[in-house]
Nanobody, 127 residues
């Protein structure tokens, strides 16, 4: 199995940027579809972005499209989420997730597709 550890969260002003990292250990991540989710206070866990095993295919929630970029470095077993033009509504705990199944447009946004999760990193955007 794989262990996932997120980092890079923090407090940032609206309009600012942050880069989240998800470092994997235990297995190489090139066999996993990787994704980011987030949970804001009082809300359900929400899909943010997904990247296929090779990195060649990505998808984003409409709320972050054009502002966030997901990428992966399989050689270094790390996935990234570059976040720009941050808004207060982006405030949430951000989670990294991994799944052995392939990229699936139909299921990528569903949390129950993913079998491995990190502990999360807090992102707070002030207005």
């Amino acid at each position: 199995q794989v262990q996932l550890v997120e980092s890079g969260g923090g407090l940032v002003q609206a309009g600012g940027s942050l880069r989240l990292s998800c470092a994997a250990s235990g297995r190489t991540i090139d066999i996993y579809t990787m994704a980011w989710f987030r949970r804001a206070p009082g809300k359900e866990r929400e899909f943010v972005s997904v990247i296929a095993r090779s990195g060649g295919i990505t998808d984003y929630a409409d709320s972050v499209k054009g502002r966030f970029t997901i990428s992966r470095d399989n050689a270094n077993n790390t996935v990234y989420l570059q976040m720009g033009s941050l808004k207060p509504e982006d405030t949430a705990v951000y989670y990294c997730a991994a799944d052995l199944a392939g990229y699936s447009s139909l299921f990528n946004s569903r949390p129950n597709k993913y079998i491995y999760w990190g502990q999360g990193t807090q992102v707070t955007v002030s207005s």
